[in-house]
């Protein structure tokens, strides 16, 4: 794949935090963020906010609020080992076609954490490469949902 195609932009920036309402709160009416989308994903032992700015919906850089659905959650054990504080937690790449990416990122020996794709917000396909082989930055890689239909 040529390095042209690899990434579209930055999708989203992960913050870990451990209460979603407290955060929203911040967010929105401190920095002035709107809340686009809200969900729980069981699997990934989340609960998530999606915030944009100005009028756009996907087209700009959001922030995605990450609580802990329990302790032994990824974002739970997180939260632990950072003191209870939240913080950057995730930088997430969008692309086009996740399953021509991840054969180019395994071909380049980035290490990805699932086999295939799974379920992350609004129906979108994800994967993760472990902080370890990208100078320790956990790095998640978006299909969004409309690009994913087609
Ligand atoms: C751990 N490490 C990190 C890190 N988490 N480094 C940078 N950023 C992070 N977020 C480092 C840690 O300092 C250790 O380095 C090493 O990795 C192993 O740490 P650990 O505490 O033992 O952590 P693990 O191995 O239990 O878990 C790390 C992985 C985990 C990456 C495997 O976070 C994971 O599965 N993440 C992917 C899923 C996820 O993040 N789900 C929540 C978001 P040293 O001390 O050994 O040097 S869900 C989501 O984003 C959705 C739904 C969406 O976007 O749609």
Known sequence: MDNTDLFVCIDHVGLAVPNLDE???LHTEVFGWR????????????????LGTGNQHVENAQIQLLAPLSEQSTIGKWL????GRGGIQQLAY??????????????????????????GTGGSRIQFAHPKSTGGVLLELVEPA???AH
């Open 23 to 25: 955060a929203i709160k």
């Open 35 to 50: 809340v686009l989308h809200r969900e729980t994903n069981e699997e990934q032992g989340v609960e998530e906010a999606m």
């Open 80 to 83: 632990a080992k950072n003191g």
């Open 94 to 119: 969008r692309v086009k076609d996740i399953d021509a990416v991840c054969a180019t990122l395994r071909e380049r020996g980035v290490t990805l954490l699932y086999d295939e794709p799974k379920i």
């Open 146 to 148: 409309a690009v994913a």
